[in-house]
Nanobody, 121 residues
Framework: QVQLVESGGGLVQPGTSLRLSCAAS????????MAWFRQAPGKEREFVAA????????SYADSVKGRFTISRDNAKNMVYLQMNSLKPEDTAVYYC??????????????WGQGTQVTVSS
């Protein structure tokens, strides 16, 4: 089974940028849709972005569209989430996930442990 490890979270000020990374343990990763979800305190986990195995298709939640960019490097078994113009409401634990195309967490069979992103002045 593919193992996923997120990194790159931290405490940043509003309006700044952060890039999250997700490292996958196996080359079979290259055939999975990869996604980022997030969960804020007291809230349900929500979809952020997804990228098809080939990188040819991406999808974003309305709340991050135009600010966040998902990308992948299949040769390095890596997925990235570039987050720009961060807002306090982006504060959450961000999870990397692998599985089938979709925006609901039941589509994804493999999950990372999560990385905390805090946006605060």
């Amino acid at each position: 089974q593919v193992q996923l490890v997120e990194s790159g979270g931290g405490l940043v000020q509003p309006g700044t940028s952060l890039r999250l990374s997700c490292a996958a343990s196996q080359r079979t990763f290259s055939r999975d849709t990869m996604a980022w979800f997030r969960q804020a305190p007291g809230k349900e986990r929500e979809f952020v972005a997804a990228i098809y195995w080939s990188g040819s298709l991406t999808s974003y939640a309305d709340s991050v569209k135009g600010r966040f960019t998902i990308s992948r490097d299949n040769a390095k078994n890596m997925v990235y989430l570039q987050m720009n113009s961060l807002k306090p409401e982006d504060t959450a634990v961000y999870y990397c996930a692998g599985g089938a195309w979709g925006a609901t967490d039941d589509k994804y069979k493999t999950w990372g442990q999560g990385t905390q992103v805090t946006v605060s002045s």
